[in-house]
């Protein structure tokens, strides 16, 4: 039972356009959303969170959207950029879990140059 | 200095045999955890540990036994390896346990059971 999801497998996106990642949750439990990014062989790093009492968090180009009413969030990077190419994992986690983060799928986003 | 290491990076051994995977953290953080990433790319959080007392523990088989002889290592064991174990282990470490508390990444460990 995937209680998060990022239901884009793929996104590919023009250097210097905006890229769209999304990802939605089930679980209403969950007050904590982060974005980790991976290269290839190494492990995930982190991005950017959004704690449950926000609907929005900006770093530089990273933009993260919580809609909690849709259980639904979303990654904005402007402007892409190709190192920006990478695996994009959502992940999620209860105030009480003991910091489990639960991931989804990852979405691959390759920025064309 | 890298704040999260594992070792070995490649495992290739053969069904029903022992192997352990090692992690060590310079970060100073009290959490540790393992991850395991299957053929779907999920990442699936098997234990935590904080302060070298075991947190988490999600129904993982008794064959996995982690073991933490300080705060800043975090060694899994796998015993009588099967098929379905092939994946790549990440190991990770936050400064607390509480939540919002950003975890680090090693580099993972592939794991290849013949």
């Known amino acids: 039972d995937q209680q998060v999801k990022q239901n884009s497998p793929s996104l590919s996106v023009q250097e210097g356009r905006i890229s769209i990642l999304n990802c939605d949750y089930t679980n209403s439990m969950f007050d904590y959303f982060l974005w980790y990014k991976k290269y290839p062989a190494e492990g995930p790093t982190f991005l950017i969170s959004i704690s449950s009492i926000k609907d929005k968090n900006e770093d530089g180009r990273f933009t993260v959207f919580l809609n909690k009413s849709a259980k639904h969030l979303s990654l904005h990077i402007v402007p892409s950029q190709p190192g920006d190419s990478a695996v994009y994992f959502c992940?999620?986690?209860?105030?009480?879990?003991?910091?489990?983060?639960?991931f989804g799928a990852g979405t691959i986003l390759r920025v064309k140059s | 200095d890298t704040a999260v290491s594992q070792t070995p990076k490649y495992l290739v051994t053969q069904m029903g045999n022992d192997k352990s995977i090692k992690c060590e953290q310079n970060l100073g953080h009290d959490t540790m955890y393992w991850y395991k990433q299957d053929s779907k790319k999920f990442l699936k959080i098997m234990f935590s540990y904080n302060n070298k007392e075991l947190i988490i523990n999600e129904t993982v088989p008794n064959r996995f036994s982690p073991k933490s002889p300080d705060k800043a290592h975090l060694n899994l064991h796998i015993n009588s390896l099967e098929l379905g174990d092939s994946a790549v282990y990440f190991c990770?470490?936050?400064?607390?346990?509480?939540?919002?508390?950003?975890?680090?990444f090693g580099p993972g460990t592939r794991l290849t059971v013949l």
């Open positions: 992940a999620a986690s209860e105030y009480r879990g003991g910091n489990k983060l639960v």
């Open positions: 990770a470490s936050s400064q607390k346990i509480e939540s919002y508390n950003e975890q680090f």
